[in-house]
């Protein structure tokens, strides 16, 4: 639900390493780097389990382990000569990952409420380095976020979170529909007010999850120009972008 960053310097800053957006030239660049947070062993995710979840509880994570690896096989059980770059750990209340990136092993925290509201697989994102899609400086163009939460570090806008992809109401990143955050009412034709979609990636996630750490295939706006390009001419038109 929500991700602490831990910020460490290493000569450079690799806490909020950003994608550097210019033109299509520059997608060609398959650069893990781009994405916020780098695990340590670059594009194989080696992850341990507690044991103190319960069968159940393991057998979910493990089927979401599958949907990723199903488009991109990167999530694989630990090794001993490899560090850990992923383990998940029981939380009594909360859904939360912290973040060590390249500095050592990531923590995803799941209460038992993350398995009964399907936070597991957006917690797996971060953990990947995917931020929140709704905290994307071009946000305000298409949904409307109740201002009481302007102040609140899963809601406000960060802009080092890339725009290179259209903004995607139903990534798995994406915060669901509800009193603080709704879709814009010109898109409900669209969209029918959908946000969201936690426990299944999104088609510009399949491609982020290939183009990034499988390093396969190619940017979604190079597939999609046209698409792309009226999002882009959308968001300048609009002036909304931060």
């Known amino acids: 639900m929500c991700t602490y960053y831990m910020i460490f310097v290493l000569g450079i ?3 909020c390493i950003t994608m550097i957006e210019s033109d299509n030239k520059q997608f060609q660049f398959r650069n893990k780097r781009s994405m916020n947070y780098a695990t340590k062993n670059n594009d194989t995710v080696y992850y341990t389990i507690d044991s103190k979840f319960s069968t159940s509880q393991k057998n979910y994570i493990l089927q979401q ?6 488009y991109c096989e990167i999530w694989f059980p630990s090794v001993p000569d490899k560090m850990v770059s992923v383990h998940f750990t029981p939380n009594e209340t909360s859904c939360f990952t912290l973040m060590k990136g390249r500095a050592g092993t990531s923590i995803v925290n799941l209460a038992d409420r993350c398995f009964d509201e399907g936070w597991v697989m957006h917690e797996m994102g971060h953990a ?6 709704h905290q994307r400086r071009d946000r305000d163009c ?3 976020v109740d201002p009481s939460v302007s102040g609140n570090r899963n809601y406000g806008i960060r802009t080092n979170i890339e725009t290179s992809y259209p903004y995607d109401w ?8 509800g009193t603080i955050l709704r879709l814009r009412p010109e898109f409900y034709q669209y969209q029918f007010d959908q946000l969201g979609t936690y426990d299944a990636l999104s088609p510009m996630d399949v491609n982020k999850l290939n ?6 295939g190619r940017h979604y706006c190079l597939i999609n120009m046209d698409v792309c390009k009226k999002a882009k001419e959308f968001v300048k038109s609009k002036k909304c972008s931060k």
């Open 13 to 15: 800053v690799l806490g």
């Open 65 to 70: 382990i599958a949907k990723f690896n199903k």
């Open 128 to 133: 990947l380095g995917f931020q929140h899609e």
């Open 142 to 144: 298409y949904v409307e």
């Open 170 to 177: 139903t990534s798995f990143m994406h915060y669901r529909r």
């Open 211 to 216: 183009f990034y750490f499988c390093r396969r």
